[in-house]
């Protein structure tokens, strides 16, 4: 079985470095965007399994690209990784809009996020 091909979205340089020198030696396909826009770009062209989003970036934030992903192609799963914290509610908002998961950051452990990837993938 191959292993799951991941675009990841975050404005946060330095967590999308460590994302993407997790994820690709274990032999993960994984490209990467600091903005909204580039990321729906690359998943136009990756079509990728997952995609693990920011919330909150400049330009358009994470719910509106999950939104247009939506519209797009409903098959990639949408993991947010986000310290954004409401109490849960934008966490619902976003499930209920099609989010696969919502993960907490700073990420304790990279790999849980790898284990709710795979899931999500094989899901
Ligand atoms: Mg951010």
Redesign the pocket.
């Known amino acids: 079985m191959s292993k799951a091909k991941i675009v990841a979205i975050?404005?946060?340089v330095e967590?999308i470095d460590m994302i993407k020198s997790y994820f690709e030696p274990r032999g993960y396909d994984i490209t990467v965007a600091i903005r909204g826009t580039r990321g729906i770009e690359l998943v136009k062209e990756k079509k990728p399994d997952v995609v693990l989003m920011?919330?909150?970036?400049p330009g358009i934030d994470g719910d509106e690209v999950l939104s247009l992903l939506k519209s797009m192609d409903p098959s990639p799963k949408v993991i947010f990784v986000?310290?954004y914290d409401d109490g849960g509610k934008t966490k619902a908002r976003l499930l209920k809009m099609g989010a696969y998961a919502y993960f907490d950051k700073p990420v304790s452990s990279l790999r849980e996020l790898e284990e709710m990837v795979n899931k999500a993938a094989n899901t």
């Not at 920011?54 to 970036?57: A, E, R």
């Open positions: 975050d404005d946060e967590f920011d919330l909150k970036m986000t310290a």
